[in-house]
């Protein structure tokens, strides 16, 4: 049988993890400096009027809202996009590790990081509605 390149164990485990934030990191930049340059492309010379406040459109305050137009390349739900995905990778992080730790059979550990994840989903959905 063959044994595979990342283990979810020890030291495997730790790689995984580390590429998974580095990856995660480097998308989301990407993401958020490609929207921006949209955004500079778009709105480059447009002259800011901090007289009146404007709150972001409805769109963007949903992820729906965002995934649902990511295709049409408007800048801000791009950025938004890449802020999104800076987000959920400490979350992917942490559920990662819950794999890891139930592979191990650490299950207080697996119980610790269970609780994270749940406050990390919690912070970030609980306050929809």
Excluded: C
Aim: aromatic fraction near 8%.
């Amino acid at each position: 049988m063959e044994r595979s390149r990342y283990p979810l164990t020890g030291r495997g485990m730790e790689t995984m993890i580390a590429n998974l934030l580095r990856g995660g990191v480097a998308l989301s930049t990407t993401i958020v400096i490609t929207g921006r340059g949209l955004y500079l492309l778009r709105h480059g010379a447009d002259r800011p009027d901090y007289g009146v406040f404007r709150g972001e459109p409805a769109e963007l305050r949903t992820l729906g809202g965002i995934i649902a137009n990511i295709l049409s390349f408007h800048s801000k739900r791009v950025i938004e996009l890449g802020v999104l995905l800076m987000l959920a990778t400490p979350v992917a992080r942490v559920a990662l590790s819950v794999l890891g730790f139930l592979r191990e059979g650490d299950y207080q550990y697996v119980a610790i990081s269970l609780m994270v994840l749940m406050i990390l989903l919690f912070t970030i959905f609980g306050g929809v509605g």
